[in-house]
């Protein structure tokens, strides 16, 4: 994927404020004025191009974001929400009716899980869960009324690999949309350029980048992202998740710096995972060998900005898992917290954490044990301190 590279096409983007800013003014506005009433009834009906009528529907700001996502990943157009969730919700409905099914990766975040398992039911809208990266397993699951085949290009917690070539052409043989959601890997994957239909984002993590705000985005073609925001069936625009101004120019700024960012994240975490590794512990990471996707993963990735900043580690049990996290913490090495993308390594075990959602009888068949760690790894400039002090922690645990 050399030939497309998002940062490049970020860097391109040119906008200037109302008054010559280098950034765009912020539109601190809920409602916007019309010389005419003609023009208002036209910006109304979507018929009026650079108009602004109410900014649960668009504003300037908001706008300036969205062009420049879609920019990153390569697609038409976008739009930002006010969350991961508003995104992936909003974009289900959109395409999803009464009766309609789904087919998803097993290994996904677990809001997404929770949503499509037990909140999309009520809707007559089912859903089969299958191990994405198997072909067949994709292919047995579709059904005539099956409309969306979802993945995560790199699944939260296991790091699975979704091969989105081989499920783009699935899902155009059968006419289904390809959605995904791209948390992991932003820069380093376009997922639209390999043949998804839909690309999803979680603006809180790694693109925001300071763990200060919540945000989302829907990368798609035009004609896509105005139905989502048609006044009379568009789920973004009646079911409200409208990103606010002043948090979209916050995101704005800091995408600037996040080809930088990816490198950093990569490296570190390219750097533990071999370490690790050799020491015996249990480490999955799409930049391992030991990885069972590594080597198509490597034909994916923009190289320039490595295999990401998520590795997972397998200490045995989650009081040892418990104890190594607190331990860390307390060494000044991360924080036990959820999320990830900050400057700062975040660890959780996922099984009773971001992945709750997921009966623990499903956990185990799918392979997420008890004493996993999801680890998200920081911009430390000496890595090499880094895992000096998290062995350490494992001696005097006895992991090590």
């Known amino acids: 994927m050399k030939n497309f590279d998002a940062a490049d096409n970020i860097q391109d983007l ?3 404020g109302e008054f010559g800013g280098v950034n765009p003014s912020i539109s601190d506005s809920s409602t916007y004025t019309f010389l005419s009433a003609k023009t208002m009834f036209d910006t109304f009906e979507g018929n009026t191009d650079g108009c602004y009528l109410y900014s649960r529907h668009s504003s300037p700001s908001n706008l300036y974001l969205s062009q420049a996502l879609a920019a990153m990943e390569g697609s038409e157009a976008a739009n930002v929400t006010a ?4 995104a992936i919700t909003s974009t289900l409905l959109q395409l999803c009716k009464s009766n309609d099914h789904i087919v998803s990766s097993r290994t996904i975040y677990g809001g997404t899980y929770a949503f499509m398992k037990n909140f999309l039911p009520g809707f007559a809208i089912g859903t089969t ?22 993945c995560e290009t790199v699944s939260n917690p296991l790091l699975e690999v979704a091969d989105i070539e ?13 959605i995904v959601d791209n948390t992991f890997s932003p820069l380093s994957v376009a997922p639209i350029q390999l043949g998804a239909d839909i690309v999803i984002h979680s603006l809180t993590k790694y693109i925001n980048g300071s763990s200060d705000t919540v945000g989302g985005v829907i990368c798609a073609s035009s004609d896509f992202i105005n139905a989502l925001k048609s006044v009379n069936d568009g789920a973004c625009m009646l079911l409200g998740p409208t990103m606010d101004s002043l948090r979209a120019s916050s995101i704005l700024k800091n995408l600037r710096t996040l080809h930088i960012r990816i490198k950093q994240h990569s490296h570190n975490a390219q750097y533990l995972a071999e370490k690790l590794e050799l020491d015996g512990i249990k480490t999955v990471y799409p930049g391992l060998a030991s990885h069972p996707s590594h080597a198509k993963y490597s034909n994916m990735i923009n190289a320039d900005y490595g295999f990401g900043g998520m590795l997972t580690i397998d200490v045995g049990t989650l009081d040892k898992a418990n104890a190594l996290m607190e331990l860390m913490q307390n060494n000044n090495l991360g924080y036990l917290a959820v999320s990830l993308g900050f400057y700062k390594t975040l660890f959780s075990a996922p099984g009773t954490s971001t992945s709750s959602e997921i009966p623990l009888e499903e956990q185990k068949e799918m392979g997420l ?4 760690i999801r680890i998200s790894i920081g911009l ?14 494992m001696k005097e645990l006895n992991i090590l």
């Not at 969350?83 to 508003?86: A, K, Q």
């Not at 067949?136 to 009324?145: M, N, R």
């Not at 044990?369 to 996993?372: I, M, R």
């Not at 430390?380 to 922690?393: G, H, M, P, V, W």
């Open 166 to 178: 081989a499920l783009a052409k699935l899902a155009k043989k059968h006419q289904i949309t390809l």
């Open 83 to 86: 969350s991961g969730m508003g």
């Open 129 to 150: 869960f299958v191990d994405i990266t198997k072909i067949e397993s994709v292919q047995a699951a579709i059904l005539p009324q099956t409309k969306v085949i979802y």
């Open 380 to 393: 430390d400039n000496d890595i090499e301190r880094t895992y000096q002090s998290i062995i350490k922690c």
């Open 14 to 16: 040119q906008y200037f």
């Open 369 to 372: 044990t008890d004493g996993l």
